[in-house]
Structure formats: structure tokens, C-alpha cells
């Protein structure tokens, strides 16, 4: 399905649409930015909506700041002038001739007057659009990052979450698409809202002091040509075509059926069929196989009784050589890769060894334990990647909440988010890389945004883990799936430490 949206630009067009209706003052074209970012990262790849973002911000910023250069060579140039003269203390001394002339005289110092008045407005100008530029930069790839965790499909990690459920917990039914939006996308709006809130203080895009002053016409001319630019990119896409609605329709009704499979607070339509007979998997098989059959091209009922009608070729909504180009297989392989190294865990014992490990822990109450576990996780995901971490760590909270007698989610839930809040340094995520490599980035600039992101981000999925996640997957009991798995790792456990004995023995 992405792949598909890409194909056709609907995404490009859907970005511009949001930008348009915004506005182009520099907080709100912040927000339109990462609106339109983390919607897009809920369906496609974080890194791809952050690539195609970052152009848009560009071409707006362009034509926000194309006289940056210039301002910059103007203050130079008047440093430059002003410096001999205040090192030697050297001043201006009227002539007879300017006494003589005292009209040319005030229209010389007016003059001057506004030269000195219009050098210091550039110098202010030149600080806000710098810091204006490193806020655009920076927010789309922190939304990317957002954004990615509000569906199960957004981001590899939540894929890993399900997967590894499926492995640790097969009675487990809790997790579907529809249960872990209604928790994750609440979660998205106030984390979005709030980060866009911190990136437009800190970055200048809303002022806390001057919520009355005017703005400069410098301003209010970049404003005008950032709108017209918006909108000559939006009308070279053209009308709408077939393919955009056609798309458009298909993705709805992806959407639409993925959260009305399984609510659990009404039957859905899974429940016409047999037990476990229908998963997501089965919506997203079956909307694809109509991708690869359904014309782009609006088809003639003509054609059907037109005999004398030529059989020309229609190119589908997706073709397989596309789907072979853009598709990431390679995540594929790496989630598969992480499937079967923690079911080599399980099988081996060795998480059930790392858990027993962490006995300490065993003392401290559940929500404190969830705040350090998003803590440690997100540290270690700034240097590690997303997948890596998540695969490391699942297996031993899993082992974990067992020991601790509470429901495996209540742990496992925020490991995996946490693995997505990896905002401080430019290794930590994709995203941070291309952002950071258009040249307008330091890695101060990150780590000073990224700290109190990642603290907001930490305390936030707490509130939503001990309030309304308790009532979607019900983390207030410790379930009967995990009451089997548990019953096993008591089996496991004493062959672990008999191997482990009868190794150090013969040592």
C-alpha cells in the first residue's frame, strides 16, 4: 500500500493539501509539518516520510530566507566599517560646508539614522531565520519518529512486539491493529502537540514576549512568497487523477477494515468466521491483490461493447517490478531474524537466566519499574538501532513481569515505544541522519531538543500505561496466557541452573 502511494504521489498531495490549510507563519507551518509527517509515518516508512518532507521544508524555507545571504553580507560589511572606528575612538567632525548646507545636513543624519535602525532589524531577522530553519529541520524527523508508533505496521519494532507475542504468548489476543491505535494514537496527539509546542518556543516560532508586536515587512514578504510557493508546487501535481482516488478509496478501506476486524468492545466482522481464521494479515493480502489488477486509468463501459475496440495494455494501481524496487524485504529478513533469536532465547533458557538476574527489580512497584525501563531502553536505543534494542530486551521483560506477577504488556508495551523516542543524537535513528546531513544541523542543536523530548516522552507513555491502556488490554490482572508460560518457565528454570552447574563443575 505505501509502496503504491508513493507511485502516485497521493502523499506529496496530501502534504501540500495540509500545508495550504495551515498557514505559512513559521509555528504553524511547524505544525502543519509534523501533522502531515506522522500521518504519513503511520502508514509508510519513517525514513521514506522524512525523505520526502524534508524537500517540501527546503523549497518553503528557500523561499522564507532567500535573502539570508544577503543580510549577512550587509552586517558584515557594517561590523567591518563601525570596528576601526570604535577601536580608536575616532569620530565624525561637521565641516563648514555642512553648516552652510544644514537642510542636506538632516536628511544626511535621517538617512543614517534608518541605514543603523534597518542594519540592527537584519541582524534580529538573521538570528530568527536561522533558528527558524534548524526548528523546521528538526521537527520532521522527530514527528517521523512519533508518528511511526501509532500503528502496529508504522514502525519494525511493534511488528516485533506482535511477533514476539505470538512466540512467548500464543493465547494472547489482546494486540491487534484495533486495540493498539485507540492506546497509541491518543498517545501520538499529546506527545506531537507537546513537541511542537517545545520546538516553536525554543526555536523562536512562537514568542512569549511579543504576542503584540508587529511584524517586520521582511517578514510578512517571506511569509507571501513562502504561500506561493506552496501553492505553484501544489497546481504543478495537477487535477486528481483515477489512480490518486482510486488509491485513496482502497487505503480507506484498509483502514477501515483493519480497525473493524477484532474492536473487542463490539463483534467485528472477524467473528463470522471461524476462530483465528482471520488476522490483519488476511486485510492486507486481500486490498494488495486488488492494487496489482485494478487500472489506474479510469476503464470506458465502451470498451465492453465495442467489438472493433483495440486491447490495449492498462497499467495497473501496482506492479510487481515496482512492489520488487520499493518494498523494504530487507525488513523482512530482519524481523524474521529476530523472530527465531528470541525463540532461540526462549528455547535455550537464557532469557528465564537474564531474568531470574534481575531479582533487585523484583522490589520495586510496577509503574516506577515501567519509567526506568523506557529510560534505559530509550538511552540505549540513541546508539543502538530500534530493532536491535527491541530484540534484546522483549524476551527479558517478558521474563521480567512474570517474576514481578504482573501483565507482560503492562512491561513489554513501553520497551517497544520506548525504542521509537530516540531524538538526541544523529546515529540514533535514520530520520536524525538525514536531517542532520542536510548541513543546517549541529549535534548540540539535537542534544539540547532531544533531552526534554525524550524526557517528555518518557513520562507520557508512563501516564498512558497507568490510565487508559489499563482498560484496552486489561493490565490490571495477570492473564491466564501468561499463567501458562509461566507454568513452563518454572519447568525450564531448574534445567537451566543444573547445565549451568554441571558446566561450572567441570571448570
Known sequence: MASAIEEWNLHRRIALRVLMCVGVQPARLILGMMLTTSFLSMWLSNTASTAMMLPIANAILKS??????????????????????????????????????STEDKDLADEKEITSDTLSDLKKEEEYKTNIWKGFLISIPYAASIGGTATLTGTAPNLILLGQLKSYFPECDVVNFGSWFMFAFPLMLIFLLMGWLWISILYGGINLRGWRTKKSNLRVDAEARAREVIKEDYQKLGPTKFAEQ??????????????????????????????GFISDAVTGITIVIILFFFPSQKPSLRWWFDF????????????WRKAQETVPWNIILLLGGGFAMAKGCEESGLSVWIGGRLHPLEGVPPPVAVILITIVIALFTEFASNTATIIIFLPVLAELAIRLK?????????????????????????????????????????VRTGLLMNLMGVLLLSLAMNTWAKSIFQLGTFPAWANIHAENTTSILPAVENVTLSALNKI
Not at 549577512?72 to 569620530?91: F, G, V
Open 246 to 275: 482510486a488509491i485513496f478509496f482502497l487505503f480507506c478501506m484498509f483502514a477501515i477494515m483493519l480497525f473493524s476486524r477484532d474492536p473487542k468492545f463490539i463483534p467485528g466482522w472477524a467473528s463470522l468466521f471461524a476462530p
Open 406 to 446: 504482573v501483565n507482560p504488556l503492562y512491561l513489554m508495551i513501553p520497551g517497544t515505544i520506548g525504542c521509537s523516542y530516540a531524538f538526541m543524537l544523529p546515529v540514533s535513528t535514520p530520520p536524525n541522519s538525514i536531517a542532520f546531513s542536510s548541513g543546517h544541523l549541529m549535534v548540540k542543536d539535537m
Open 64 to 101: 522564507l530566507f532567500g535573502e539570508k545571504d544577503t543580510s549577512k553580507d550587509m552586517s558584515r560589511e557594517n561590523e567591518e566599517t563601525q570596528a576601526p572606528l570604535q577601536q580608536n575612538k575616532l569620530y565624525t567632525v561637521p565641516t563648514e560646508m555642512q553648516f552652510l548646507a
Open 308 to 319: 472493433k475496440a483495440p486491447n490495449t495494455e492498462t497499467q495497473p494501481l501496482l506492479t
